[in-house]
């Protein structure tokens, strides 16, 4: 299943341009490198467990090398796990079938600063398969082992360094799996209660009015460590209205009119 | 504060510091445990305390420790720290936070007894304090706790409960809305949910914007009193995109607190019990059927997280009974029905045993199982299956008072189980309905408030779509008794009140609509009855899309009223189609496929073409005679339909053999004097006599 939320993204003429991972029902989260060329707004040939499905760029992390795409219906999204170290991981998406499957062992966990120069949550990791060049497998996912049971532990964003060679080839580094959620302003709270309220606004006009209200959790603007944000939430987190879910009485209205023997 | 405590203090808040960013550290897995020894530090430190009355920041500096413990997945540890801190001395208010925070993380952690003490004792530690914004805090959180598991609450908040802060608003708000929920109280509901999304709203375009928590905590209030109002009266999302909300809150909360944590595991319970929810609702059988196998996935994790007595694991169980159950009647599966309906019962009483009897999910769960027995017994009128429904009533009604809606169904369900039982009468409703019905509202030991104009007058004032509903189960009882004047009448103010409250376009309106059409047909005003019939198909159509059951049934039922009016043609054509979707959609060997069949045979006959309708006839006779079994009113009504058809042409032999095999069936089930059974005896004696058709009416 985790398989299936692996994404591929092509450019105009089919080409493989780069790896992603269904984050959530409709949003597709790759490495911001990938879509250098692309703009707000564009339209991206995806696949998603093998189908074409067509994704808008809908929000970019810059500094981070993220970006967001979203997905017109919905698809099951990737099951998510953290990293630990001494995982094994492997990352299905590549250019062509033929390419060699990435796969190793997890080094660790880090604050790491990227090439774009945000600094983000990574997870570092060391493949078996030494190719010297890992274009066209940024962005996919990297998943952690049991194959059947694969969970997805980051997004997989350059090699180390990247700059200059000679080149350390087998350490790759990866967005931790949790870092979109703290980076884009789409997977925020805030955006989340304004989609809520929004009353059937246009979509276009509904963005430009939420995004005043949103500067705290605004992309690159809030560079506090997921952990320090896990803590927060949950030690705030009174129980407030979580009214219960209550059993659903059966809705079976009298659909059916009796149909039966007139005779 | 002496220089010795501002030294102690000192201490004190760098060694929380300092294990607070070991817990990081060891969060990013570099590190091992390395908080374990400067855990030990803190430990000792409030151990040595004595007398010394920390400062609210330590405590607040502790409280987060506890918290990042939980995080990094060492709730034990936070365990021994919580326990810890009770013998810690504490100024009332710092209490009363430190009590709310407790029992928060207690029942975060399933351990529900010990929260609800922690509640109480906080409550107490607030009315000393004579803080209101912590009395207020304070009293939210026990209702909010015991609403949120269903506890039927006597609490009520105290009059100087309020505050001018957002957060502890929403606070209060949220317990309104739970204490209405356990008194069942839709009005206040929806009172509260509206204020809670104008509490959202003031927030997000306030120029400082909410932070991070209170965003959250926000996001969850909309969702989850949205929840408990659309399980109630089935209302539609007011505002944005619901179904997107929640699928990225889900994925949020399950991969910022790691999928398995009870944080992780409490967001998956409100998103599957959604899903759940949604595909309950126009929606196909495959949606329907992996949402129930989501809810039972949860539910075993639920089990051996929280163990089987928590809240948690019961109610996901009973959803997914429910879900069992709603699949088996969609499939039109009797045996699987049964089956789940055993099931959902044998749930309701582990339900009963683990929460109590008055516990709301306890009682839905109840009902549920006993309106689902009911069901089974009043399609097979087997014996066994009505003592069954009886006695699962029965339970039902026990500690009816707090819900009362409810009540009033099983009780209604419980009359029509026993009428049954004493063969007085069948109530299929519709003028289809082979039986005669008996004249129930004039029985002795009719529950009279039901029939009771007055108690029906008060329900007409009332502008609650919940209302509206036990306003069709009355019109659907005076069908079934023959008032159709009165049925009409109400349903006609019915279908005008859904309109106006939930628009026109509602799928309870269409069914309204569609209610009030078979009214019109009973009383034979099929013009009337084909107008809203047409209008209902096109919305159906258009809405639902052309294959949905609602659209199937809407097109059989102009068929039955073109049929009715006369209209020949366009009835056999129509009932041509509908057999083909119906094949098609539900499957060749469904109950309302063979409905159907049975249906374009009736039309064929009328129209003359007597070899096609006995073809169908004779095929639906066996197929019910398999799949219903002999004795099933339905294969009755075939034999007889047969039979009838079988004399009409002549052929006398093979009908006297249908008729004596019927009348047979008829005896032991009705007993020899019964309406049917009498009936029956005529029809085999003309049979006998080579007498020719007399179309029955």
């Given at each position: 299943?985790?398989?299936?939320?692996?994404?591929?993204?092509?450019?105009?003429?089919?080409?493989?341009?780069?790896?992603?991972?269904?984050?959530?029902?409709?949003?597709?989260?790759?490495?911001?490198?990938?879509?250098?060329?692309?703009?707000?707004?564009?339209?991206?040939?995806?696949?998603?467990?093998?189908?074409?499905?067509?994704?808008?760029?809908?929000?970019?992390?810059?500094?981070?090398?993220?970006?967001?795409?979203?997905?017109?219906?919905?698809?099951?999204?990737?099951?998510?796990?953290?990293?630990?170290?001494?995982?094994?991981?492997?990352?299905?998406?590549?250019?062509?079938?033929?390419?060699?499957?990435?796969?190793?062992?997890?080094?660790?966990?880090?604050?790491?600063?990227?090439?774009?120069?945000?600094?983000?949550?990574?997870?570092?990791?060391?493949?078996?398969?030494?190719?010297?060049?890992?274009?066209?497998?940024?962005?996919?996912?990297?998943?952690?082992?049991?194959?059947?049971?694969?969970?997805?532990?980051?997004?997989?964003?350059?090699?180390?360094?990247?700059?200059?060679?000679?080149?350390?080839?087998?350490?790759?580094?990866?967005?931790?799996?949790?870092?979109?959620?703290?980076?884009?302003?789409?997977?925020?709270?805030?955006?989340?209660?304004?989609?809520?309220?929004?009353?059937?606004?246009?979509?276009?006009?509904?963005?430009?009015?939420?995004?005043?209200?949103?500067?705290?959790?605004?992309?690159?603007?809030?560079?506090?460590?997921?952990?320090?944000?896990?803590?927060?939430?949950?030690?705030?987190?009174?129980?407030?209205?979580?009214?219960?879910?209550?059993?659903?009485?059966?809705?079976?209205?009298?659909?059916?009119?009796?149909?039966?023997?007139?005779? | 504060?002496?220089?010795?405590?501002?030294?102690?203090?000192?201490?004190?808040?760098?060694?929380?510091?300092?294990?607070?960013?070991?817990?990081?550290?060891?969060?990013?897995?570099?590190?091992?445990?390395?908080?374990?020894?400067?855990?030990?530090?803190?430990?000792?430190?409030?151990?040595?305390?004595?007398?010394?009355?920390?400062?609210?920041?330590?405590?607040?500096?502790?409280?987060?420790?506890?918290?990042?413990?939980?995080?990094?997945?060492?709730?034990?540890?936070?365990?021994?720290?919580?326990?810890?801190?009770?013998?810690?001395?504490?100024?009332?208010?710092?209490?009363?936070?430190?009590?709310?925070?407790?029992?928060?993380?207690?029942?975060?952690?399933?351990?529900?007894?010990?929260?609800?003490?922690?509640?109480?004792?906080?409550?107490?530690?607030?009315?000393?304090?004579?803080?209101?914004?912590?009395?207020?805090?304070?009293?939210?959180?026990?209702?909010?706790?015991?609403?949120?598991?269903?506890?039927?609450?006597?609490?009520?908040?105290?009059?100087?409960?309020?505050?001018?802060?957002?957060?502890?608003?929403?606070?209060?708000?949220?317990?309104?809305?739970?204490?209405?929920?356990?008194?069942?109280?839709?009005?206040?509901?929806?009172?509260?949910?509206?204020?809670?999304?104008?509490?959202?709203?003031?927030?997000?375009?306030?120029?400082?914007?909410?932070?991070?928590?209170?965003?959250?905590?926000?996001?969850?209030?909309?969702?989850?009193?949205?929840?408990?109002?659309?399980?109630?009266?089935?209302?539609?999302?007011?505002?944005?995109?619901?179904?997107?909300?929640?699928?990225?809150?889900?994925?949020?909360?399950?991969?910022?607190?790691?999928?398995?944590?009870?944080?992780?595991?409490?967001?998956?319970?409100?998103?599957?019990?959604?899903?759940?929810?949604?595909?309950?609702?126009?929606?196909?059988?495959?949606?329907?059927?992996?949402?129930?196998?989501?809810?039972?996935?949860?539910?075993?994790?639920?089990?051996?997280?929280?163990?089987?007595?928590?809240?948690?694991?019961?109610?996901?169980?009973?959803?997914?009974?429910?879900?069992?159950?709603?699949?088996?009647?969609?499939?039109?599966?009797?045996?699987?029905?049964?089956?789940?309906?055993?099931?959902?019962?044998?749930?309701?009483?582990?339900?009963?045993?683990?929460?109590?009897?008055?516990?709301?999910?306890?009682?839905?769960?109840?009902?549920?199982?006993?309106?689902?027995?009911?069901?089974?017994?009043?399609?097979?009128?087997?014996?066994?299956?009505?003592?069954?429904?009886?006695?699962?009533?029965?339970?039902?009604?026990?500690?009816?008072?707090?819900?009362?809606?409810?009540?009033?169904?099983?009780?209604?369900?419980?009359?029509?189980?026993?009428?049954?039982?004493?063969?007085?009468g069948e109530f299929r409703g519709g003028a289809g309905s082979i039986a005669v019905l008996a004249p129930a509202a004039e029985e002795p030991g009719i529950d009279s408030e039901f029939y009771d104009a007055a108690f029906v007058a008060t329900l007409i004032g009332s502008d609650r779509p919940a209302v509206l509903s036990r306003r069709d189960e009355i019109a659907q009882t005076y069908q079934a008794i023959g008032r159709l004047a009165d049925a009409v009448a109400l349903l006609e103010a019915n279908?005008?009140?859904?309109?106006?409250?939930?628009?026109?376009?509602?799928?309870?309106?269409?069914?309204?609509?569609?209610?009030?059409?078979?009214?019109?047909?009973?009383?034979?005003?099929?013009?009337?009855?084909?107008?809203?019939?047409?209008?209902?198909?096109?919305?159906?159509?258009?809405?639902?899309?052309?294959?949905?059951?609602?659209?199937?049934?809407?097109?059989?039922?102009?068929?039955?009223?073109?049929?009715?009016?006369?209209?020949?043609?366009?009835?056999?054509?129509?009932?041509?189609?509908?057999?083909?979707?119906?094949?098609?959609?539900?499957?060749?060997?469904?109950?309302?496929?063979?409905?159907?069949?049975?249906?374009?045979?009736?039309?064929?006959?009328?129209?003359?073409?007597?070899?096609?309708?006995?073809?169908?006839?004779?095929?639906?006779?066996?197929?019910?005679?398999?799949?219903?079994?002999?004795?099933?009113?339905?294969?009755?009504?075939?034999?007889?339909?047969?039979?009838?058809?079988?004399?009409?042409?002549?052929?006398?032999?093979?009908?006297?053999?249908?008729?004596?095999?019927?009348?047979?069936?008829?005896?032991?089930?009705?007993?020899?004097?019964?309406?049917?059974?009498?009936?029956?005896?005529?029809?085999?004696?003309?049979?006998?006599?080579?007498?020719?058709?007399?179309?029955?009416?």
């Open positions: 299943m985790g398989h299936n939320a692996a994404a591929q993204l092509l450019s105009a003429d089919s080409v493989h341009i780069g790896g992603g991972v269904l984050l959530t029902s409709y949003l597709v989260v790759t490495a911001n490198h990938c879509l250098r060329n692309a703009q707000i707004g564009d339209s991206i040939d995806i696949r998603i467990g093998g189908e074409p499905v067509i994704g808008k760029l809908v929000e970019r992390a810059v500094l981070h090398d993220l970006a967001l795409l979203e997905i017109p219906r919905p698809m099951p999204p990737v099951e998510s796990a953290y990293a630990r170290r001494g995982d094994a991981w492997f990352g299905p998406v590549r250019r062509n079938m033929t390419d060699p499957e990435l796969s190793g062992t997890v080094v660790g966990r880090l604050e790491y600063e990227c090439e774009a120069g945000g600094s983000l949550l990574a997870v570092q990791l060391v493949t078996l398969v030494d190719i010297g060049q890992y274009e066209g497998y940024s962005g996919g996912p990297v998943y952690r082992l049991p194959e059947e049971n694969p969970a997805a532990i980051g997004v997989l964003l350059e090699q180390f360094p990247d700059q200059g060679s000679p080149r350390n080839t087998n350490t790759l580094f990866a967005a931790c799996i949790s870092e979109p959620f703290r980076l884009f302003r789409r997977l925020s709270y805030a955006w989340l209660v304004s989609e809520l309220l929004s009353h059937n606004v246009d979509k276009n006009h509904g963005q430009s009015r939420t995004s005043s209200s949103n500067s705290v959790s605004g992309a690159d603007a809030d560079d506090r460590k997921i952990f320090d944000i896990a803590v927060d939430a949950l030690e705030t987190s009174m129980l407030d209205a979580d009214a219960q879910d209550v059993i659903v009485a059966r809705v079976g209205k009298s659909a059916m009119m009796p149909t039966d023997e007139l005779r | 504060m002496s220089a010795l405590e501002e030294e102690q203090f000192e201490t004190l808040h760098e060694l929380l510091r300092r294990c607070y960013v070991d817990c990081r550290r060891s969060f990013y897995g570099e590190h091992g445990d390395v908080y374990e020894s400067s855990l030990v530090s803190v430990m000792e430190a409030l151990n040595n305390l004595g007398e010394v009355q920390p400062t609210a920041e330590i405590f607040s500096r502790i409280r987060r420790l506890v918290t990042a413990l939980d995080v990094l997945g060492e709730g034990r540890h936070g365990d021994s720290l919580v326990d810890l801190l009770r013998h810690v001395r504490a100024a009332n208010v710092d209490r009363v936070d430190l009590l709310g925070f407790a029992g928060v993380r207690h029942v975060r952690r399933g351990n529900h007894r010990r929260a609800e003490d922690m509640f109480v004792e906080s409550i107490e530690a607030a009315r000393a304090s004579g803080d209101r914004d912590a009395i207020a805090k304070a009293q939210a959180n026990l209702i909010a706790y015991k609403a949120k598991w269903s506890i039927l609450s006597d609490e009520s908040l105290e009059e100087e409960a309020t505050s001018t802060r957002p957060e502890v608003q929403l606070r209060l708000v949220a317990a309104r809305f739970n204490l209405a929920l356990t008194r069942g109280d839709i009005d206040a509901m929806n009172e509260a949910f509206k204020e809670i999304a104008a509490i959202a709203q003031s927030a997000t375009t306030d120029a400082d914007a909410p932070s991070e928590q209170f965003s959250r905590a926000l996001a969850f209030s909309l969702i989850t009193c949205f929840n408990a109002l659309t399980g109630i009266q089935g209302s539609q999302y007011p505002g944005g995109n619901l179904a997107k909300v929640v699928d990225v809150l889900a994925q949020r909360e399950k991969t910022v607190f790691g999928p398995n944590g009870p944080e992780g595991l409490r967001s998956k319970v409100t998103n599957v019990i959604y899903e759940f929810r949604s595909s309950l609702k126009n929606e196909r059988l495959e949606a329907l059927a992996a949402a129930v196998d989501s809810l039972r996935a949860l539910s075993t994790f639920a089990f051996l997280e929280f163990g089987p007595e928590s809240p948690e694991s019961v109610l996901l169980a009973c959803n997914a009974a429910v879900g069992d159950l709603e699949v088996a009647r969609r499939r039109g599966d009797l045996v699987q029905l049964r089956m789940a309906s055993r099931a959902l019962e044998q749930v309701a009483r582990a339900a009963r045993t683990r929460l109590g009897s008055e516990h709301l999910i306890a009682m839905t769960a109840t009902s549920n199982a006993a309106t689902a027995a009911f069901d089974i017994a009043r399609a097979t009128r087997d014996v066994g299956d009505l003592q069954v429904a009886e006695e699962m009533l029965t339970i039902g009604l026990v500690g009816k008072a707090t819900y009362s809606p409810l009540a009033l169904i099983l009780r209604r369900q419980l009359l029509k189980c026993q009428s049954i039982m004493s063969g007085d279908s005008a009140d859904y309109e106006r409250l939930l628009g026109p376009e509602h799928p309870d309106t269409l069914s309204s609509r569609n209610s009030l059409a078979n009214a019109y047909r009973d009383l034979g005003r099929h013009e009337d009855a084909i107008q809203i019939y047409e209008a209902n198909l096109a919305d159906r159509e258009r809405l639902l899309g052309p294959e949905h059951p609602d659209t199937l049934s809407s097109r059989n039922n102009i068929a039955v009223a073109y049929w009715d009016g006369g209209r020949l043609v366009d009835a056999v054509g129509l009932f041509e189609v509908n057999l083909a979707d119906c094949e098609r959609l539900l499957g060749p060997e469904h109950p309302d496929t063979l409905s159907s069949r049975n249906n374009l045979a009736n039309a064929y006959w009328d129209f003359g073409r007597y070899t096609d309708a006995i073809q169908i006839y004779e095929a639906n006779l066996a197929d019910r005679e398999r799949l219903l079994g002999p004795e099933h009113p339905d294969t009755l009504s075939s034999r007889n339909n047969l039979a009838g058809s079988y004399r009409a042409i002549g052929r006398y032999a093979e009908a006297v053999r249908l008729f004596e095999a019927n009348l047979a069936m008829y005896q032991q089930l009705f007993g020899p004097d019964h309406i049917a059974t009498v009936r029956s005896r005529e029809k085999l004696s003309q049979a006998r006599s080579g007498q020719p058709a007399v179309p029955d009416s």
